[in-house]
């Protein structure tokens, strides 16, 4: 940490089994099961090449099945892309794509992998869900079934492996986060919300700082701690940290509305990836991800309305 600046830090595939939005005290946002497997279905990016299937007009190979060893919750942020790796045994080496579905009904999703021929391996792709999903959805962190599939060359498909995922539209001290999901599942929340709120997470032992920049033209970061329009650095800890490295900027009673401006800077150590999300009335309204050796990184912008 920079203890030589003398200052004080004001100190994250699939049927909802919506058993956890008990939690959700006076949210409008939706919340039946069914209506939020249709949205998830429709704010689902896939790559390039990903095609649907209708697995009523097809057979169940049973020759194949599919798992991942796993049995842990995998939180699940809008925004925020990430790695779906299903696993399969195949005797008759004829798995030539995986994919996954929201709901327990309809088409499912299948993105091509390069395994024919492979009587047992994992096919990876890449996925994320449209940000700014979670402004229609309860404020609460929604306990999610995940339907994943293999499809054969002849257009066969294995029976489903089922996941469970954890939504996150809620705060982690939210109710119905509690244990479903941990602190650090929440891209390491750590420090109050906010309106906007700047949260930058990365491993290893290289010091971070980021800088915000309000509309005002203040920018708040370890050295400028506070500013005019009520924005704070409330978290700055590299290190022994509880939840791994954070920088938390936030403006707890709502920050001025414009465009703000956004980087990181390596202080010290060697090349890190890191996160850095944005959070606004209680929505993560965009997750960034990116790695630095040194210097500044590229500048962002969120614009608040």
């Known amino acids: ?85 299903i696993s399969f045994n195949a005797p008759n080496g004829n798995v030539n794509a995986v994919g996954m579905r929201f709901g327990t009904t309809g088409p499912i999703y299948f993105v091509p992998v390069n395994t024919n021929g492979a009587t047992a391996g994992t096919g990876n792709f890449d ?33 489903a492996n089922i996941r469970d995922v954890a ?30 709120r700047f949260n930058l997470t990365w491993s290893g032992s290289a010091d971070l700082d980021l800088y915000v920049q309000d ?5 708040l970061s370890f050295n400028n701690p506070q500013s005019n329009s009520g924005g704070a650095l409330d978290v700055d800890c590299t290190g022994n940290c509880s939840g791994g490295n954070s920088e938390n900027i936030t403006w ?22 890191y996160t850095i999300t944005v959070r606004d009335n209680g929505n993560t309204v965009n997750t960034f991800n990116g790695t630095i050796s040194s210097g500044n990184s590229n500048t962002l912008t969120y614009t608040k309305n």
């Open 167 to 196: 939504m996150l539209c809620g705060n982690c001290d939210e109710s119905s986060c509690q244990g479903l999901v941990d602190a650090s599942d929440c891209g390491g929340l750590a420090g109050q919300d906010g309106s906007p």
């Open 252 to 273: 707890a009673n709502g920050g001025p509305s414009g465009t703000y401006q956004f980087y990181v800077n390596i202080f010290s150590g060697s090349a890190t990836s």
């Open 127 to 159: 996925f994320l869900i449209n940000q700014g999903i979670c402004a229609d959805l309860s404020q609460v962190c929604h306990d999610i079934k995940c339907y994943e599939f293999a499809q054969t060359s002849s257009g066969n498909i294995s029976r």
């Open 1 to 85: 940490m920079k203890n030589f600046y003398l200052i004080t830090i004001i100190g994250i595939l699939c049927c909802y089994s919506c058993s956890e939005d008990n939690g959700d005290s006076g949210n409008s946002g939706i919340s039946d099961p069914a209506q939020i497997a249709n949205i998830m279905n429709d704010n689902l990016i896939l790559p390039p090449g990903s095609f649907t299937v209708d697995p009523n007009t097809v057979q169940i190979d049973e020759s194949i099945t599919i798992g991942n060893g796993s049995s842990s919750i995998v939180p699940l942020a809008s925004g925020q892309s990430m790695t779906n790796s």
């Open 215 to 219: 509309p005002n033209g203040e920018t």
